[in-house]
């Protein structure tokens, strides 16, 4: 996530959701007949923020019998927050939050089945990709609405000067190449790549979909079972060679976030950054005058272009009494108009089909035309339905990957503690 602007925001945050709450009365209906909803949403750019409470403002302003109270939410504490107020009975009608995180809140009774709920123009609209981001068991738990591929963003003149090939979307490196290039740019005073990885497995599994990784596997029984497989191993093990023998990467942006590494990519002490699609707005408001960059696809292996992405998405709380009421209200925010304006807010992609034919977000400004080439490719991340995923990604992924980036353990203490013991996570939640 934006951990920059996001941190700063967290104890606003929770004086906000105690001070607003959701409603004293779980009925939502006012004194005059009509229905109050609130809306947690997560916006954190100041253009996303307007963008939201706009949309709220022309909804309220259109339907009087069904008021929005907006509330402000923040990514940093969302999952703990959430389930807080599902137990306490306070939970938000329409949620706001990320497809990766809503696995335990379906599997828990917290989120409504939106299967009868939604309307045909919107499951029409949004790929059948997507929608396998939200559906656990058969069910349908959230609409997902915005998504956010990783790129390469790369300092223009020193690519220019380099004399590498550019790589475009129908002609992308392969990871060999990337490698390659990035020892090519490499020079005294300049690593050719930082990668910013304090939160490094989301990154290392959804650009293992392009080498053919799954990690996740389910069984034929329904379980799921992690296997650490050759196509896994292409990117950790690329971007290792990196750090530890090619010295093409900066060792220490592996404990940074994606903003961390920003002065340094202005300043030229790096060449390129793979960096989430959003941060481009970061770059626009912060670059020094004149600073020329530009956004190239990330590396493709066997499997193409193929990236996992987790969606973010709306959902309506399984003890919300209006729920037709909470599902017209995000048919109203997700109308392909509505939808590009929360898109460029957030400088991310649309799901929807229409939404993303929009002439606005096919321009190669801002690297906008190289995003929007890359959504075909997009998939679902590897452990989008796993229960017990969070649990495994703190208590195992996370240190296990920081360890093996910086050379601390091998390719095979790395798979025995993603596989033996994430295995032995996995299996509390699938007895």
């Not at 259109?62 to 509330?71: F, K, L, N, R, S």
């Not at 090619?246 to 404990?255: E, H, I, N, V």
């Not at 990330?298 to 272009?305: E, I, R, V, Y």
């Amino acid at each position: 996530m934006r951990a920059l602007t996001r941190a700063a925001a967290a104890a606003v945050t929770a004086l906000a959701l105690l001070l607003s709450g959701c409603s004293d009365d779980r009925d939502g209906r006012e004194e005059d007949g009509a229905v109050r909803l609130s809306f947690q949403s997560l916006a954190w750019q100041k253009e996303s923020v307007d963008a939201s409470k706009q949309l709220v403002q022309e909804w309220n302003a259109a339907h009087p019998d069904i008021q929005v109270d907006y509330v402000q939410g923040s990514w940093d504490n969302v999952h703990d927050q959430l389930l807080t107020s599902f137990e306490g009975g306070e939970a938000p009608d329409v949620i706001h939050d990320a497809s990766d995180d809503l696995a335990d809140f379906a599997y828990g009774g917290y989120l409504a089945d939106l299967r009868g709920l939604l309307p045909e123009r919107l499951t029409a609209d949004i790929p059948e990709e997507s929608w396998r981001t939200t559906t656990f068991d058969g069910g349908v738990y959230g609409v997902p609405f915005l998504q956010e591929p990783r790129v390469l963003i790369a300092n223009s003149r020193i690519l220019k000067a380099s004399g590498v090939r550019i790589p475009t979307p129908d002609e992308p490196w392969s990871w060999p190449e990337f490698r390659q290039v990035t020892r090519e740019l490499t020079a005294k005073g300049r690593y050719g790549v930082a990668w910013p990885l304090r939160e490094p497995v989301s990154v290392t599994l959804n650009l293992g979909l392009s080498a053919g990784g799954q990690l996740f596997h389910r069984e034929a029984d329904g379980k799921v079972a992690i296997r650490f497989e050759e196509g896994d191993q292409v990117v950790p093990a690329t971007i290792r060679h990196q750090v530890t023998t090619d010295r093409s990467a900066a060792r220490t942006a592996l404990g940074m976030g994606g903003s961390d590494t920003l002065p340094g990519f202005f300043g030229g002490r790096y060449a390129m950054v793979p960096l989430g699609f959003a941060y481009r707005q970061q770059i626009v408001e912060q670059a020094p005058e004149g600073f020329e960059w530009t956004v190239l696809p990330a590396p493709a292996g066997s499997a193409g272009l193929a990236q996992g992405v987790s969606p973010q998405t709306l959902s309506i709380a399984e003890d919300s009494p209006y729920k037709e009421e909470a599902m017209r209200f995000i048919d109203f925010l997700l109308r392909p108009p509505n939808m590009v304006r929360l898109a460029k807010g957030d400088w991310m992609l649309p799901t929807g089909t229409e939404a993303l034919a929009d002439p606005a977000l096919h321009t190669d400004e801002h690297g906008w035309a190289t995003g929007t080439a890359l959504a075909r490719t997009l998939r679902p991340a590897p452990a989008q339905t796993v229960r017990g995923y969070p649990e495994w990604k703190d208590k195992v992924a996370t240190p296990a990957l920081q360890e093996f980036y910086s050379g601390a353990i091998g390719i095979d203490g790395l798979r025995r503690r993603l596989a033996d013991d994430g295995n032995r996570v996995l299996a509390r939640y699938q007895r």
